[in-house]
């Protein structure tokens, strides 16, 4: 599991947003909760990003998705590249 922390707060909707932009039209960014987002490449590459807010700002948590076997695959392909996406979109606005 990858986490960011912001010290500010960012809404579900704002981090759809980045990372749909970020990773461009070959991942698929869908809100699942109002704290969770599940991103897919295809049917085996998928990710899921967990949004918790506190007074000190946002914690973003990114992990592979699937089963153990997947999430393995998944931690050193999609994981990376949404964490470096979100490291991306929200380092020049800290």
Same mark, same amino acid.
């Given at each position: 599991?990858s986490?960011?922390?912001?010290? &500010?707060?960012? @809404?579900?909707?704002?981090?759809q947003r980045?990372l749909?932009?970020?990773?461009g039209p070959? &991942?698929r ?22 949004? @918790?807010? @506190?007074e ?5 948590r990114?992990?592979g998705?699937g ?8 931690s050193?392909t999609i994981?990376?590249?949404?964490r470096?996406?979100?490291?991306? @979109? &929200?380092?020049?606005?800290a």
């Amino acid at each position: 599991m990858s986490t960011v922390q912001l010290n &500010y707060e960012v @809404s579900l909707e704002e981090i759809q947003r980045a990372l749909s932009n970020a990773l461009g039209p070959a &991942y698929r960014v869908r809100a699942t909760s109002d704290s969770m987002l599940k991103i897919k490449r295809n049917n085996v590459i998928t990710a899921t990003v967990r949004v @918790s807010r @506190s007074e000190e700002g946002t914690t973003v948590r990114v992990r592979g998705g699937g089963l153990i076997v997947a999430r393995v695959l998944d931690s050193f392909t999609i994981t990376p590249k949404v964490r470096h996406a979100l490291d991306r @979109s &929200y380092t020049r606005a800290a």
